[in-house]
């Protein structure tokens, strides 16, 4: 079990190192994650895992890691794969911030900054494709359309765009998804 734990700090302290940009940013990881790892295998427990993650509190990249914790190794899972994700942030910000006032005129140091943020987008991008693959997609039979995903993304599209239902909160459009997603489950 030891070594399990050690094992799920490490990788997650590798994804918090390498993943710029939020919680999305994560996902190519965690695919690569579930590649190597017989942790969680299929695609439909990665998007069951976005999806408890985006429905939750909290930020999307720790929940995720909490989630792939706790399926792993139970509760000492759920604690140290958000403790290995959430370290080399920790690190970073408390030496920017030591640091930070006196770089910050080094035209090196905004290239930097510059530079990560088309680095970030790509990840985003590569995440919301990954995402739109596992959901709109069914792998049982060959690569078919999955027509209630689709359906209940053609229908959310309008909602969240009418507007009378634009200023809506966002948790409605969440709980709207998921008896959709329940009453579609029920009946396939």
């Known amino acids: 079990m030891i070594v399990l734990l050690l094992r799920l700090y490490w990788e997650f302290l590798l994804i918090g190192m390498f993943s710029m940009g939020g919680g999305m940013a994560t996902v190519p990881f965690?695919?690569?994650l579930s590649q190597r790892t017989a942790w969680f295998s299929t695609h439909a427990q990665l998007a069951d895992m976005l999806a408890?993650?985006?429905s939750t509190p909290g930020p999307m990249g720790v929940?995720?890691?909490?989630y792939v914790g706790y399926i792993t190794a139970g509760l000492p899972?759920?604690?140290?794969a958000p403790l290995g994700l959430t370290t080399p942030a920790f690190i970073i910000i408390l030496l920017v911030s030591k640091i930070m006032n006196t770089l910050w005129q080094n035209p090196k140091v905004q290239g930097l900054f510059y530079a990560l943020r088309p680095a970030s987008v790509g990840l985003i991008a590569a995440a919301a494709f990954s995402v739109c693959a596992v959901s709109l997609f069914s792998t049982e039979n060959g690569l078919t359309l999955h027509w209630?995903?689709?359906l209940l993304f053609a229908v959310m599209l309008v909602a969240m765009n009418l507007p009378k239902l634009k200023n809506l909160s966002t948790l409605w459009f969440i709980a709207m998804a998921a008896v959709a997603g329940v009453?579609?489950?029920m009946v396939d």
């Open 30 to 32: 965690l695919f690569d």
């Open 52 to 54: 408890v993650s985006e």
């Open 63 to 66: 929940n995720m890691a909490t």
């Open 77 to 80: 899972g759920g604690i140290v």
């Open 148 to 150: 209630p995903s689709i």
């Open 183 to 185: 009453v579609f489950h």
